[in-house]
T-cell receptor, first 109, second 112 residues
């Protein structure tokens, strides 16, 4: 069965410190992975997708098929990065997204 | 404003009532989705339509009935509301499968 695991419910970091949000997936096919972010009182929005291999707002994520992971990283956290982050896996040709449980990131000054 | 818009934003109603949530997207997308976010913030897909046709139907009670009058609209009707239906419901759309999904602001449904 397909599954997305985000082991950390809450991640509290200091401003300027590195932050890494873990995401592991279980899927027998070729995975399409995404990171979505929900800032306070805003809608859920796409942050990154693995296929584009870009950096958005200083965040990067690398797909590691050997470890079945798609961890999200940022070298220097900012207060505006405080938000709920969801890792998501597209599991069929219709784009059905399976979300992880989410990680709440709190960046303190 | 190009976006996915849902109405209402908040819905407070009593157990046993029937209610509808509307969703419209003006992004020209051909695929629309409904998600449920529970009190622990866990997001789970409920339904998806592609060009007005149902393509994803997760294990959802048949009290929930989606309706897509055209590809820009996907409404969600819920009959005989139960306490467990309290959640935030998100509508989303995408241009084809596996493309980034654009989400609405959510509808917070509270059952008294």
């Amino acid at each position: 069965a397909q599954r997305v695991t985000q082991p950390e419910k809450l991640l509290s970091v200091f401003k300027g410190a590195p932050v890494e949000l873990k995401c592991n997936y279980s899927y027998s096919g070729s995975p399409e992975l995404f990171w979505y972010v929900q800032y306070s009182r805003q809608r859920l929005q796409l942050l990154l997708r693995h296929i584009s291999r870009e950096s958005i707002k200083g965040f990067t994520a690398d797909l590691n098929k050997g470890e079945t992971s798609f961890h999200l990283k940022k070298p220097f956290a900012q207060e505006e990065d405080s938000a709920m982050y969801y890792c998501a896996l597209a599991t069929d040709s219709w784009g059905k997204l399976q979300f992880g449980a989410g990680t709440q990131v709190v960046v303190t000054p | 404003d190009t976006a996915v818009s849902q109405t209402p934003k908040y819905l407070v109603t009593q157990m046993g009532n029937d209610k509808s949530i509307k969703c419209e997207q003006n992004l020209g997308h051909d695929t629309m989705y409904w998600y449920k976010q529970d009190s622990k913030k866990f997001l789970k897909i409920m339904f998806s339509y592609n060009n007005k046709e149902l393509i994803i139907n997760e294990t959802v009670p048949n009290r929930f009935s989606p309706k897509s009058p055209d590809k820009a609209h996907l409404n969600l009707h819920i009959n005989s509301l139960e306490l467990g239906d309290s959640a935030v419901y998100f509508c989303a759309s995408s241009q084809g499968a596996n493309q980034p999904q654009h989400f609405g602001d959510g509808t917070r449904l509270s059952i008294l």
